[in-house]
């Protein structure tokens, strides 16, 4: 609240205009509230990405690892036929 | 007539300057006419654009405009801008006190109306602007 007030008219009408400001108030984002926004999206996005990667790599591994049951199997395979 | 609009611009820059709260820049043709319309040819003598608690909870600007004969008040928010017309032959008085330990009351009174404001002391803008009322009473300012 502002520390210089207004102390309300009294007595007679006086002479005076009145002017209705139209139009639609274009409220712009304060710099404050467009930091906050760009924050929380990029720790958003940043999560997002995070959980993918993580998915990613765990989906890695676990191709690695069946990779290597794969080889096993062939090589196993491999040696029975070589017995044969 | 000139120096007239100069003084107009001036008074919508003063306004337009402000900045809590601040006035959309996309108001300043309206409010341009408004005022001259309002000031309807008086020749201008001082005025004072300020941010200020307009009452109700109400927060804007008002701006005090002294010409040769009429001493003109405006309040304008983020809806209206209302003026208000008093004839310096109208003054009767002004009263002054301290009130809230470090705020000037002002009150101008006229034959038939009264309007003040309350503001920081050290406002020497303010309490500059209201002496200039004053001396205007006594004629200094007289343009005939």
């Not at chain 1, 102390?7 to 409220?27: F, H, N, Q």
């Not at chain 2, 609009?5 to 820049?25: A, G, M, V, Y």
């Not at chain 2, 009263?95 to 009351?105: A, C, F, L, M, P």
């Amino acid at each position: 609240m502002s520390r210089i007030e207004q102390i309300p008219s009294t007595g007679d009408r006086v002479d005076g205009l009145r002017l209705e400001l139209e139009g639609k108030v274009d409220k712009k984002l304060s710099e404050s509230t467009f930091f906050w926004v760009m924050g929380v999206a990029v720790v958003v996005v940043g999560g997002i990405l995070t959980f993918v990667m993580g998915e990613v790599s765990r989906t890695n591994d676990k191709m690695e690892k069946l990779n290597e049951k794969v080889i096993v199997i062939d090589t196993k395979i491999g040696e029975r036929s070589n017995s044969n | 007539m000139h120096d007239n609009e100069q003084n107009l611009q001036k008074i919508l820059d003063d306004i337009f300057t402000l900045d809590s709260p601040r006035i959309q820049e996309s108001r300043k043709q309206q409010i341009y006419a408004f005022i001259k319309t309002t000031v309807n040819g008086d020749c201008l003598r001082e005025h004072l654009a300020f941010n200020a608690n307009l009452g109700n909870k109400k927060d804007g600007a008002i701006v005090y405009i002294l010409t040769n004969v009429r001493f003109i008040k405006i309040d304008i928010d983020e809806n209206e801008a209302k003026s208000a017309s008093y004839l310096l032959k109208s003054i009767t008085g002004i009263e002054r006190k301290i009130v809230d330990g470090d705020r000037e009351q002002t009150v101008i009174v006229f034959q038939s109306a009264s309007f003040g404001l309350k503001y920081p002391v050290s406002d020497e803008k303010i309490s500059g602007f209201f002496q200039k009322v004053d001396q205007s009473r006594a004629g200094e300012c007289s343009d005939v």
